[in-house]
Nanobody, 124 residues
């Protein structure tokens, strides 16, 4: 059971990136997937969660309206599309798998499987 995050890079403010969280050993549609991020010197921050079997996607206020989390069932992956990126979006991004209740989707301690991070840098 593994998750592999990819797609990070350097982008100018206002640009876009798509992060992929590819799953192996399990069906990504049958589990809840979340993205977290952590900037240097800051605590880990919840970004978004998509619940199992299409039961909704949820976003932090800081990214709502700019980020979209969806599944690519053909690739067995969860895709975080990030538009209108801002310098404050700069961080290492991690995807994780778990089954937290809806009230706890922001709690990173309830996600048991984590992928390695992918760096996103937003700078001119």
């Amino acid at each position: 059971v593994q998750l592999q995050a990819s797609g990070g890079g350097l982008v100018q403010p206002g640009g876009a990136l798509g992060l992929s969280c590819a799953a192996s050993g399990f069906n990504v549609a049958a589990t809840t997937i979340a993205w977290f991020r952590q900037a240097p010197g800051k605590e880990r921050e919840w970004v978004s969660t998509i619940r199992s079997w299409g039961n909704g996607a949820y976003y932090a206020d800081s990214v709502k309206g700019r980020f979209t989390l969806s599944r690519d069932n053909a690739k067995n992956a969860a895709i975080l599309q990030m538009n209108n990126l801002k310098p404050e979006d700069t961080a290492m991004y991690y995807c994780a798998r778990g089954q937290p209740p809806l009230s706890q989707i922001r709690n990173g301690d309830l996600y048991r499987v984590w992928g390695r991070g992918t760096q996103v840098t937003v700078s001119s």
